[in-house]
């Protein structure tokens, strides 16, 4: 344990301050795309492209399933 608490004291990270701010422009890159992608799958702004015709892709990241590609034929709505 303590030969680990000496390397880990030891190691010199060049550019600390860059790498940090990169990380955190990264993560806030991360959650604006998290919520595009909910924002754009809101029906109001959805609807408008469901052309007949148009190809549509459906994804399921959450569950690991292969990406899906449909043809947009109709809409029907209530």
């Known amino acids: 344990l303590k030969n680990c608490e000496q390397q880990y004291e030891a190691m010199k990270i060049e ?3 860059e790498v940090a701010r990169y990380y955190k422009l990264k993560k806030k890159l991360e959650l604006v795309q998290d ?3 909910v924002m754009m799958n809101e029906p ?3 609807l408008p492209f469901l052309q007949p015709g148009r190809l549509v892709t459906v994804s399921y990241p959450e569950e690991k399933k292969p ?3 449909y043809c947009h034929i109709n809409l029907m709505q209530n």
Do not use: I, V
Request: proline share 0%.
């Open 44 to 46: 109001k702004y959805l």
């Open 35 to 37: 919520q595009m992608s």
């Open 67 to 69: 990406l899906l590609f």
């Open 15 to 17: 550019n600390e301050e």
